[in-house]
Every structure is written in C-alpha cells, then in structure tokens.
T-cell receptor, first 114, second 111 residues
Framework: NAGVTQTPKFRILKIGQSMTLQCTQD?????MYWYRQDPGMGLKLIYY???????DKGEVPNGYNVSRSTTEDFPLRLELAAPSQTSVYFC?????????????FGPGTRLTVT | KQEVTQIPAALSVPEGENLVLNCSFT??????LQWFRQDPGKGLTSLLL?????REQTSGRLNASLDKSSGRSTLYIAASQPGDSATYLC??????????FGTGTSLTVIP
C-alpha cells in the first residue's frame, strides 16, 4: 500500500491564481481530512469528509473548496490564492469504525503564494 | 472551542534519559487523543491513540496516559535515543469529528 499520497510536493502561486492539491489514499478509508500547518503552529482542520459525496467544514474553511466523488480521492481547491494561504498542507485519512479514527498522514504540500 | 496546549515548546536531553511530554486540553468532552511524531519537512506519524474510556496506551519505549477529567495527557519516552529527536504533537477529537492539534514539543536527544 502506498498509504496517503499528495501532489504536488511544492508549488509557488501568484496572488489570484487557482490550483488544486491532490490527495489519494489506497487503504479504503472512509474518513479523509485536509489540514494546514503554519510555521510554529499546530495543524488546523480545513475540511473533512466522512465518505464519498459528503464533506463538511473544519476550523478554517474560508478560501478553500473540496469535493469527494470517490472513496480514494479528496482534492482541495484554492480559488484566488492569497499570501495568507502560504502554508504546508497535509491530507489524512482514517479507517471506518466508531472508535478507531486513527489518522494516517500524507507527506504534505508546501505552498507559497507571492 | 477546544484549545490544545503543549509544554514545553522545546526540550533537550542527553541520550538515555527518560522524559515526559505534556499535552493539555480545555474541553474534556473528547472521543480520543492521539500522539504524533513529525520529522523536519515530513508528514506526521501516528505513535499512540488513546480512546476516551482508556487511561493509557503503550508501544515499545512509549507510554501515553490520559486524564480526561483534568484535561491532560502525557507521553513518556523511556531511555531516549538520538533517533527520537523530532517534534511531538498531540491531537484531540471531539464529538463533532473535529480534530484539534497542539503546537508541538520539539525534542532533541543529545548523543
């Protein structure tokens, strides 16, 4: 199993550009999450999904959109990029089961908006 | 809103020492608490997960405890090694499936 994979690893965007961060997991996990990590800070939850076709907002959803058309993929869309979105973005997934919810993380995407 | 705090922010110990990392949270209505390790420029690796009904979990040299009523968890690392050098993060999951992370403790184990 590859686990959770994210592409790209690095990206530089100009202000106002758009892009999609890709996340794929091959563990048949129902739950998937997007986080951002700013320097010296903890991770903040942007969006999460409990299954295909279902998404919900986390703590910091503004400026982002997600979709979940399949169990495997959970892309994160940035529209009109702003410098405040410069961060490292992590995707994670969790197996099904009411008590587990152990999260498995991808390697991250480092995004700079200038 | 849940607030998760980790103290100290950084810790340096000589190799072989036992050490304790602390995590506190403001709302005791949690489903579980998870400890992670993050190496520089890398993603997070899960170390231990404690369900709200549990008091502790152990894996090798690691032992995590949870006192939900007082809003505290500790991660105990026995006989530390240079390879343990990393940032350690704790995260709590609440009833609404939201996860809240602490800012981490940066650990350096000196050979």
């Amino acid at each position: 199993n590859a686990g959770v994979t994210q592409t790209p690893k690095f990206r530089i965007l100009k202000i106002g550009q758009s892009m999609t961060l890709q996340c794929t997991q091959d563990m048949n996990h129902n739950y998937m999450y997007w986080y951002r990590q700013d320097p010296g800070m903890g991770l903040k939850l942007i969006y999460y999904s409990v299954g295909a076709g279902i998404t919900d907002k986390g703590e910091v959803p503004n400026g982002y959109n997600v979709s979940r058309s399949t169990t495997e993929d959970f892309p994160l869309r940035l529209e009109l990029a702003a410098p405040s979105q410069t961060s490292v973005y992590f995707c994670a997934s969790s197996p099904p089961g009411s008590q587990s919810y152990e999260q498995y993380f991808g390697p991250g995407t480092r995004l700079t908006v200038t | 809103k849940q607030e998760v705090t980790q103290i100290p922010a950084a810790l340096s110990v000589p190799e072989g020492e036992n050490l304790v990392l602390n995590c506190s949270f403001t709302d005791s209505a949690i489903y579980n608490l998870q400890w992670f390790r993050q190496d520089p420029g890398k993603g997070l690796t899960s170390l231990l997960l404690i369900q709200s009904s549990q008091r502790e979990q152990t894996s090798g040299r690691l032992n995590a405890s949870l006192d939900k009523s007082s809003g505290r968890s500790t991660l105990y690392i026995a006989a530390s090694q240079p390879g343990d050098s990393a940032t350690y993060l704790c995260a709590v999951r609440d009833a609404g499936n939201q996860f809240y992370f602490g800012t981490g403790t940066s650990l350096t184990v000196i050979p």
